[in-house]
Every structure is written in C-alpha cells, then in structure tokens.
C-alpha cells in the first residue's frame, strides 16, 4: 500500500548528527533527512551536485572555488542550494538544524569512503 | 555570489496552476516548485521516477497499478511521495496546494510533449 514519507515523523526516530538516513529512492539518488550541529569537513564530490534543504534550523555552507577564494551561504527554513559538483564546501550550523538532502546512491557524504558515514535507512 | 533559493519568495511570483517554475538544477534534473489545484491527468513517465514534496495543502496522488487497480496516497506538507517510473498516476488536490517537485529536465509534466506545459524559470 502506498504510504506518504513524513520527514519528521523520520526526523524524530534518531537524534545523532551527521549521519544521513535514507527515506526515499529517486532515480538512483538517496532521498536522505539528516541532523547536524557544529562543523563538519571541507569536501567536495567530483562526480556529483550535493542538494540542501532545511527543513528546521540554519545551516551555512562555506565554499572555496579554484582560485581557493571563499564564500558562504546561510540557509533558513524552505529554503535550498545546490553545491555544483567538484566544488569544496562546509556545512556548519550553529544550532540543532534538520536537512533533506540528495546525493546518487552511495555517494560518501565526506567525499571519501574511508571518512564517510553509513547511510542506514528509515 | 552564491545565494540561496527561497521556496516561498519562489512560490509568491506566480500564480497559475499546474505549471512548474525551475529554480535549481540537480544532476541533470529540474528542481521546481508548483501551486496547483484540482485534477491534473492521468499520466506516467516512462524513463523517470517522480518526486513530489507538499510545501503547503494537501496533495493526494491516485495511481494505478499494471493490472488496472487502483489506489492512492494523501500528503500533507512535510511529506513526500516517489511515483516509480512507468506507473500511471494522477495528482489531486482539493484546495490550493504547493509543491516541490524533481523531474529529469525536459521532462513532459504529462508525460507527453503535446500537452506539457513549458517549464519556465524563476
């Protein structure tokens, strides 16, 4: 039976941070909820755009283009952007943030496998 | 200047129904927002699964499974459905409802070019 995916009802059922949970599959992408507080590490994914929501919260992400010049954008509450792929970045929030991201299937969320998190699913 | 794209301020700049605005690009998909009320059509994507999140209202997506059954899923805002390409559905919704949704850009809404609407965008 079809059943509608409710992020917070999913959002409610862990409390760690940084460890992305599957919720959904869209053409081989991970629909994933994820909490986050603090910094996490500069990355990027070669072979792949990195999509933000926040669904709670306000999350920075710093960016560093080719010439090593930084930026940042703040997002608030329904408000998205989109880290083109190979472009270096860093999630930082400074208070408990909630977050609808998507990546392909697989894809480390530290862009290394050695350093990245298991996406368990919900 | 990175900045980020506000969902809201996105849906305040139109006001017609079932015609999707792009306001991001995803791996080789449309991210767009849609206001939409009433019935749409039956319809199915072929090469696509389709992604719909209700920002605000309430969707209920009627599908139809191979052998003709019929069966349906409601969502409120917060949540989200994947129709799996190729399965006939129908979008509904009974009051004024907004709605981010990811297709594979230049993806027919309707699932056929002849009746599509043109996605503009914001």
Not at 33 to 55: E, I, R, S, Y
Not at 75 to 101: D, F, N, R, S
Request: aromatic fraction near 6%; include cysteine.
């Amino acid at each position: 039976m079809a059943a509608p995916v409710d992020l917070a009802e999913k959002l409610g059922k862990f409390s760690e941070h940084w460890t992305p949970k599957v919720v959904a599959d869209f053409n081989g992408h991970d629909i994933m909820v994820v909490k986050v507080n603090g910094a996490f590490v500069w990355h990027a994914h070669p072979d792949t755009d990195d999509f933000f929501l926040v669904l709670k919260g306000r999350l920075t992400i710093k960016l560093r283009d080719a010439s090593g010049t930084e930026s940042a954008v703040t997002l608030g509450p329904g408000q998205l952007y989109i880290v083109p792929k190979g472009v270096e970045h860093c999630p930082v929030a400074e208070e408990e943030t909630h977050l609808l991201i998507i990546e392909p299937a697989g894809t480390p969320n530290t862009g290394d496998p050695a350093t990245a998190a298991v996406k368990t699913r919900l």
